[in-house]
């Protein structure tokens, strides 16, 4: 039997996990430190959030006791900004699991006041808080909007959290959607990843657990369970210490899934069996109603078709897992094949009309039913009936001819109602295709943006390092070697001045000198490693100073500056200095050049740098194959601050070279 999909079971994870997710593993003592920080004298701040902690503990099991924590949670937070933002999400949470219109609009004005806190912490919660909104309009809004939520907000503000186990649990998530659309490869990547982060972050934790089990759902739907027993038995080997915790249901609806998907039959009901009777114990509803569809899905593969049909209409009949139309869908349909393997064709005809009305709605266009089948086994059967009536009453050859024609006519526009409903299956199957082809191209997009974002921040290290590096270096050696080099040239002096023998001493004058040169390049040094006049005087005095610096007998450099703005970030500033004086002094050492033209000007955000030279030139396609630190140095600057880069030269006719930076750039 085919493994059957519902979006409330592949979500189930997901919402479970974060509902969840603040709770550890050890219960009875997260239970006993809490109650202790609100018997003993803390400050109301601190006794805030072990109330609202409480809250989410109770709000499955008894939501008098997680409403009355809320109650006192709220008072206590009053006198404290961040505590009462807090207080609306923990309201949210309150409602979760029963009234998701009030808690999507308290997680809602949870996220706003959230915004206001611009801290690690704050941005925590934010990411938090956008989920759950998330999740409680997924019925509404479907899974698509899910996902838009966790790539454009959710992921961003955990991110500049800096909480690596919160990045994980929403790795897991993303994973969860993603295995909800078949795509089970990249689902399986990014559970991984958020496996790995977990064992060495939070190896413990509830987190970790949720992990391990969304990879078991993952493996199970793509059909391979023994890649999935493994990342079982390492959950079961995390709860085994707990053995009253409210994790477990969970875990035997996955091993239900994996026995079932090895074919472990009576082993799938079994589980099913302890998983159902834990979920009805803590009153974890939706849980139970799914595991009745597991028992369904094993005695489908029983061939115990009779039973599996009274599973599906009881689920039905309860209403919890036909809420969403897609499972709703679904359901019908299952109806329908089942029906069929009980060679009941008219109730299988009446449930795939009705799973046919709901599928347009959510352009669903597979189905295991072969409809052309069905509906002539119907009219075959209804025809039987027609004739065995007609010998019994012994009607009239004529009257027998008519309801002939009759039944041709009815055969010709069932035929025709047939054609097109499969034109409208061809039709909705390309619309498909071309809808999963434009999500993937913009999850693709969304996951470039993400990788751009991480190598800009590296970018930004590597080159802070290299300024601290050149910082300290230039500054060890104007204070250190400097000092010791000066000083031995003043000994020196001295010595010569109380000996007259030596005033005359060639060797001497000689040494002397060559200290002098020795201090005077050892300042060059340092000046290139750490610029003192931009420190000083600014950019445009900084870049002033380069030139006049670096020109000699041969060499004139004509520095022009228009419009430079001093308010400048100091980093910016740098990286400007930086770029100039990698230009010049390529220049140098490649053009053969005697003049140099360096313009440098700033229109609002924008810096623009344009540097001539009347050198020897070059052709610009060996650059393709060139990798010097100093041009790589020069593109990580460029691209550090979105800028552009442009050069143009020929052999014998110089170089131009035209820059464009971005001065608001995050340096």
């Not at 993303?174 to 795509?183: A, G, I, R």
């Not at 009777?277 to 369904?296: P, T, V």
């Not at 897609?326 to 009705?354: C, F, G, P, R, V």
């Not at 300024?467 to 080099?485: K, N, S, W």
């Amino acid at each position: 039997m085919k493994k059957i999909y519902l979006i409330s079971i592949c979500l189930l994870i997901a919402i479970t996990a974060f509902s969840q997710q603040q709770i550890p593993l050890n219960e009875k003592h997260y239970l006993d430190s809490l109650e202790s920080i609100l018997r003993t004298k803390n400050p109301d701040s601190t006794k805030a959030s072990a109330n609202f902690s409480l809250v989410e503990y109770w709000k499955v099991k008894d939501t008098v006791k997680s409403k009355s924590y809320l109650l006192r949670g709220k008072q206590l937070a009053e006198k404290y900004p961040y505590y009462k933002a807090l207080s609306l999400f923990y309201e949210g949470q309150y409602y979760f699991s029963w009234n998701p219109v009030k808690a999507s609009a308290s997680f809602k004005k949870a996220e706003q006041a959230f915004a206001a806190f611009k801290t690690p912490k704050g941005y925590g919660r934010r990411a938090a808080a956008w989920f759950n909104y998330a999740l409680m309009n997924k019925d509404e809004k479907g899974y698509e909007f899910v996902t838009r939520i966790i790539l454009e907000k959710v992921l961003p503000n955990a991110e500049k959290a800096g909480e690596r186990v919160m990045l994980a649990h929403f790795y897991t998530q993303l994973s969860t959607l993603l295995m909800n659309n078949y795509q089970f490869a990249r689902a399986g990547n990014y559970n991984q990843k958020a496996i790995d982060l977990l064992q060495k972050e939070n190896p413990d934790s509830p987190n970790l657990l949720f992990a391990y089990l969304n990879g078991v759902s993952i493996y199970c739907y793509d059909g391979k369970p023994a890649k999935a027993e493994p990342l079982l038995q390492k959950a079961k080997a995390l709860l085994i210490p707990y053995p009253g915790s409210v994790n477990y249901p969970l875990y035997y609806y996955n091993e239900a899934l994996y026995n079932s998907t090895a074919k472990k039959l009576d082993q799938a009901l079994l589980s099913a069996d302890k998983g159902m009777a834990l979920a009805k114990k803590y009153n974890q509803k939706q849980i139970y109603q799914q595991f009745f569809f597991r028992k369904y899905e094993v005695y489908g593969q029983q061939k115990a078709y009779a039973k599996a049909r009274q599973i599906l209409l009881d689920i039905v009949k309860d209403g919890t897992l036909t809420a969403a139309i897609n499972d709703k869908a679904t359901i019908y349909s299952e109806l329908a094949k089942t029906s069929q393997n009980l060679n009941d064709y008219k109730e299988a005809y009446n449930w795939l009309s009705k799973y046919q009305k709901l599928k347009d709605s959510i352009n669903n266009n597979q189905t295991e039913l072969k409809v052309s089948e069905l509906e002539t086994k119907y009219r075959t059967t209804q025809n039987q009936q027609k004739i065995a009536a007609l010998q019994a009453q012994n009607k009239q050859a004529a009257l027998e001819v008519k309801n002939e024609n009759l039944y041709k006519w009815l055969l010709a526009l069932g035929c025709l109602t047939l054609l097109i409903t499969l034109g409208l299956v061809i039709v909705n199957a390309r619309n498909s295709r071309k809808l999963s082809a434009q999500k993937e191209i913009n999850y693709r997009q969304q996951l470039q943006d993400l990788e751009q974002k991480q190598q800009l921040k590296v970018t930004k290290a590597m080159l802070d390092g290299e300024e601290h590096e050149r910082e300290r270096v230039a500054r060890d050696l104007h204070d250190g070697l400097g000092g010791m080099l000066a000083g031995v040239k003043i000994g020196l002096s001295g010595w010569s001045n109380t000996h007259s023998d030596a005033a005359t001493d060639k060797d001497l004058h000689r040494i002397i000198g060559q200290l002098d040169s020795s201090v005077s390049e050892l300042r060059r040094i340092a000046r290139n490693l750490l610029p003192e006049t931009l420190l000083k005087f600014g950019l445009e005095v900084a870049l002033k100073d380069l030139c006049e610096f670096y020109m000699r007998d041969d060499l004139h450099i004509d520095f022009q500056a228009f419009n430079i703005r001093k308010d400048i970030a100091l980093s910016i500033q740098l990286n400007i200095y930086r770029i100039v004086q990698e230009l010049i002094s390529n220049t140098i050492k490649h053009a053969g050049a005697t003049q140099i033209i360096l313009q440098c000007s700033q229109n609002d955000a924008v810096f623009y740098i344009t540097i001539e030279d009347d050198g020897c030139g070059f052709d610009i396609t060996i650059l393709e194959n060139m990798k010097g630190m100093g041009l790589e140095n020069l593109k990580n600057r460029i691209t550090f601050l979105n800028g552009k880069f442009e050069l143009q030269s020929a052999i014998n006719e110089g170089t131009t070279i035209n820059i464009e930076l971005n001065t608001n750039a995050d340096a």
